[in-house]
């Protein structure tokens, strides 16, 4: 079977998006869309076909094991003969797997934003952006070389920026896009040294060559120590700042709760689903060098994963913004998926995290996607973000209301629904690992299922708020999505994923572990039961809860001051102590001497143009003149 | 060769004729005074050329040739100024070389 | 004899090439300038070059001066008279002059020129029409042709300068 044909599932989007962005204000806008979903319908059925194929009839080698397929390979840009950049796919189990969870996702947001921003001035632009989004995620995870996957991941953070920045006139979305393009190219800063410095020890950039860390690439590689890591370490720790950058890992996590400016659908895909797990997918792609080469960068991977998680989950339970609380909940659940492959080892059993890591992502960017659509479903119909001025919904939105429940409960961890799964065997990973893990992300496990169900009764539930209009439930388009992604929120979970997508392509059996998941149940349970008894109905019981918490609850709420740290960093820091001095010298010196240059030339030339007078007679007697002089010169004083 | 007249007597009279053929081109205004004045140079040169071939290589021809190709080329010289100088006058109704002076700085 | 019309040849071209470049009538200029140019010819003549003299009547004396003469009538400056050039242009003119002609003077006077006493060649018509369409040596066949093309150009290009422009 040949899978040269996996090309045209990246390429079909990019068509579209040259199509839409050139001509789009030529041809009709709706057309523009119905475009967009048929190009995504195309590249959906092919990748699921090549998931058929690549799972089922060819996959696999002699050994059981799943191979490394080239589908396509084309040397682009050679320095030297083993290193060179090349465009091409690579096929393995998780690039696979991203193309059936991108392709799905985006041809459901696709759908749900035909109805979603029909009658939006920049619809054809959308709908662009949203193909180029696509087409470089696209290009990202069938990346055959490190190169060819920075490139597709600094196009992904561009088509990220474009698409925050889609109401432009609007002040705020214009600042959250410069933020979500500024943090995460710093990241990338880091991402790029780590290349240089992984491709100079191992003079590829290859990725069939980098993840077989037994083979020659690594054998002469310097072992050096710095800080207590390798060379390896570090630079394997660069490029994780890149992918924390993307995944809205902490320290860099600010760009994400802001990066909610976008329209719904473009938080759906980009900031839910498929972005913001490329970091994830980034290390599972190197997952062999971490856990072969340097086992102390991916403790350093647990560590942040875990950090971020219980981080991002006390700060949601503070908000208010429905789609920034969705926001810190992406972030905590990838915090969950980056520890998963922090506490991972390498080989079948060993690897259960890896598995477990790469499980989670699948179901999370379905309830997640899901959870994103329903909230713009709900913003599209009483036009607020803001909790405090919702209540009482279910009885006008109903399939929004099922959807949405069946997500908090997929997310929240409660059989039998997807999240339950995958989330159990991150928690037996982590308690394999580290006890500490364990209990940290057991209590983020509970808080996501306060926050979660807090996010429900406050939406569905509660004291029926005024609204401008009778809130109306959502056009078809706008809920097929929902219907199809919540079904899947509910199903995929029994999908054996371990004998598919593995660290070392080995399939293997898991077993349910009930001494780790029961707990996991139970205090899901719990937290969906204080969240039942707070917001069910309204009562002072919140208040008094936030007024025990005190002064820790206004640090969740500001989201600890991180955005004001950075602020003042770069303020007060960077810009008044290095960037002023430096522009000073800039304007002063530097500008100065050209300018002094510029300004004494001027005025010889002023003083001295007189001399190109234009007047013949005055030419013929300076010539005359030399004339004679020079033979006064040679004949008088030189010759005698 | 003329009978009692030296080589130095020709030129010194062709020498004078010259400046005074420079000095027309410097002082005079007139663009047409100072292609006379530019004729006067020439004719100078010419005699030069004769008188050299005539006293110092009389079996040649060649400075009586040059004077002939300069003649020629007098001719042409003229016939382009001429045009040019009438150009000019139909442009700015002038012929004063001071009112000349489009290619200063 | 021949010295005696050689001073009155000198004289009045020396004389007529002062009035030349300091008349304030063009016209008159023009005819002092006929004057030098006839003399330059009779030189020519007291040289034994009849052929050379002759051109120079013809092109000089029957040509260029009355394309001078045309010119001056086109341009309506017949009756005008020149502008008073101002002295320290003059006196620029009659230093730098008066310096050269004292340096080439002195020069020259210092210089001893080798009389030749060689036959003088054939500068009969039939003589120089051989000559000028010979190309062995003493031939000049090559800027006979040359400067037969750049008169035809030199034509062509004063009938394009002239020419007035449509509009």
């Known amino acids: 079977m040949e899978f040269s044909y996996t090309i045209y599932i990246a390429l079909i989007p990019f068509a579209v998006f040259v199509i839409n962005g050139l001509f789009g204000s030529k041809i009709k806008e709706s057309f523009t869309g119905y475009l967009g979903v048929a190009g995504m319908v195309v590249a959906t059925y092919l990748s699921y076909f090549t998931a058929y194929h690549y799972f089922f009839k060819v996959g696999k080698a002699v050994d059981g094991a799943y191979q490394k397929v080239i589908g396509f390979n084309m040397e682009w840009l050679r320095f030297t003969e083993s290193l060179h950049i090349d465009i091409g796919v690579l096929l393995d189990p998780i690039s696979v797997m991203m193309l059936v969870v991108i392709t799905t996702i985006s041809l459901m947001v696709h759908i749900y934003s035909l109805g979603y921003m029909k009658g939006d001035k920049g619809y054809s632009r959308f709908f662009a952006f949203l193909s180029l989004f696509t087409f470089s995620m696209l290009g990202l995870v069938v990346a055959t070389n490190i190169f060819q996957m920075y490139m597709f991941w600094e196009l992904v953070g561009l088509s990220s920026y474009l698409l925050i920045a889609h109401y432009y006139q609007k002040p705020s979305a214009v600042a959250a896009s410069k933020k979500a393009f500024i943090v995460t190219r710093f990241a990338d800063l880091g991402f790029l040294i780590g290349i240089l410095i992984l491709s100079y020890l191992t003079g590829t950039f290859d990725f069939n060559i980098l993840c077989n860390p037994e083979g020659p690439a690594f054998m002469q590689s310097s072992s050096a120590v710095f800080l207590g890591l390798s060379t390896m370490g570090w630079a394997l720790i660069l490029i994780f700042m890149g992918g924390a950058g993307k995944s809205a890992m902490f320290p860099f996590h600010i760009w994400l709760p802001d990066a909610m400016e976008g329209p719904t659908p473009v938080s759906a895909l980009i900031h839910a689903a498929t972005m913001v797990v490329a970091g994830v997918f980034l290390i599972a792609r190197l997952f062999p060098i971490f856990a072969i080469v340097a086992p102390n960068a991916l403790e350093v991977v647990a560590v942040i994963g875990g950090f971020s998680s219980i981080f991002a989950a006390v700060i949601a339970c503070t908000q208010t913004d429905i789609k920034r609380i969705l926001a810190f909940s992406t972030m905590s659940q990838i915090g969950y998926m980056m520890l998963a492959l922090g506490v991972s080892g390498y080989g079948a059993e060993a690897g259960l995290g890896f598995m477990a890591s790469m499980f989670h992502l699948f179901t999370h960017a379905m309830f997640k996607a899901l959870l994103f659509l329903g909230a713009g479903a709900i913003i599209h119909a009483i036009h607020t973000n803001n909790l405090s001025e919702m209540g009482n919904l279910r009885k006008y939105m109903p399939i929004p209301h099922i959807t949405f429940l069946i997500a908090c409960l997929a997310i929240s961890g409660i059989p039998p629904f997807a999240g339950f799964f995958s989330k159990d065997e991150i928690l037996v990973a982590a308690y394999n690992h580290n006890q500490i893990y364990f209990w940290v992300e057991w209590i983020v496990a509970g808080l996501t299922a306060f926050y979660m169900f807090r996010l429900y009764f406050g939406i569905f539930w509660g004291k029926e708020k005024k609204y401008d209009h009778t809130p109306h439930d959502a056009p078809f388009s706008m809920t097929f999505p929902l219907i199809f992604l919540a079904i899947a929120s509910a199903i995929v979970g029994f999908i054996p994923f371990s004998n598919f997508v593995t660290s070392d392509g080995l399939p293997f059996d898991i077993q349910m572990h009930w001494e780790i998941a029961l707990p996991s149940i139970g205090i899901a349970i719990f937290g969906i039961i204080v969240a039942f008894v707070f917001y069910k109905k309204e009562s002072d019981l919140p208040n008094r809860a936030v007024a025990s918490f005190g002064s820790f609850y206004k640090y969740a709420l500001n989201k600890f001051y991180f955005d004001e740290l950075y602020l003042f960093v770069a303020r007060k820091v960077i810009f008044k102590r290095f960037s002023s001095p430096i522009a000073w010298f800039d304007r002063h010196i530097i500008d100065a001497t050209m300018d002094g240059v510029a300004t004494i030339t001027n005025y010889i030339a002023l003083k001295i143009k007189g001399l190109q007078s234009g007047q013949l007679q005055q030419y013929a007697s300076v010539f005359v003149s030399g004339v004679l002089l020079l033979i006064v010169i040679f004949i008088y004083l030189i010759s005698v | ?105 | 004899m021949e010295t005696i019309i050689f001073y009155i040849l000198s004289l009045v071209i020396l004389v007529f090439s002062v009035l030349t470049v300091t008349t304030k009538k063009i016209l008159r200029a023009a005819v002092y300038l006929l004057f030098v140019l006839g003399a330059t010819a009779g030189i020519y003549f007291m040289f034994n070059y009849n052929f050379l003299a002759a051109v120079q009547l013809t092109v000089y004396a029957g040509g260029i001066v009355v394309l001078i003469i045309f010119s001056i009538l086109l341009t309506h400056q017949i009756n005008t008279d020149l502008d008073k050039i101002n002295i320290k242009k003059i006196a620029l003119g009659i230093i730098s002059s008066g310096l050269g002609i004292f340096l080439v003077l002195s020069t020259l006077n210092n210089h001893h020129f080798e009389a030749s006493n060689k036959q003088a060649t054939d500068s009969t018509i039939h003589g120089i029409g051989r000559a000028l369409l010979s190309y062995s040596d003493n031939g000049y066949i090559l800027p006979f042709e040359v400067i037969s093309v750049l008169l035809l150009a030199t034509m062509i290009g004063a009938i394009i300068i002239a020419k007035k422009v449509e509009e």
């Not at chain 2, 003329?2 to 004729?17: D, K, N, P, R, Y």
């Not at chain 2, 100072?34 to 110092?56: Q, T, W």
């Not at chain 2, 382009?80 to 009112?99: K, L, Q, T």
């Open chain 2, 1 to 105: 060769m003329i009978e009692g007249i030296s080589i130095h007597h020709i030129l010194t009279v062709t020498t004078i004729m010259f400046f005074i053929g420079a000095y027309g081109f410097l002082t005079r205004k007139n663009l047409i005074t100072m292609l006379m004045s530019i004729e006067l140079v020439l004719n100078a040169v010419n005699i030069n050329f004769v008188a050299f071939n005539k006293y110092l290589y009389p079996e040649n021809m060649q400075g009586h040739f040059f004077s002939m190709f300069i003649i020629g080329i007098a001719a042409a010289e003229a016939a382009v100024a001429i045009a040019i100088i009438i150009n000019i006058y139909r442009n700015i109704h002038s012929i004063d070389v001071e009112d000349i002076e489009q290619m200063k700085y």
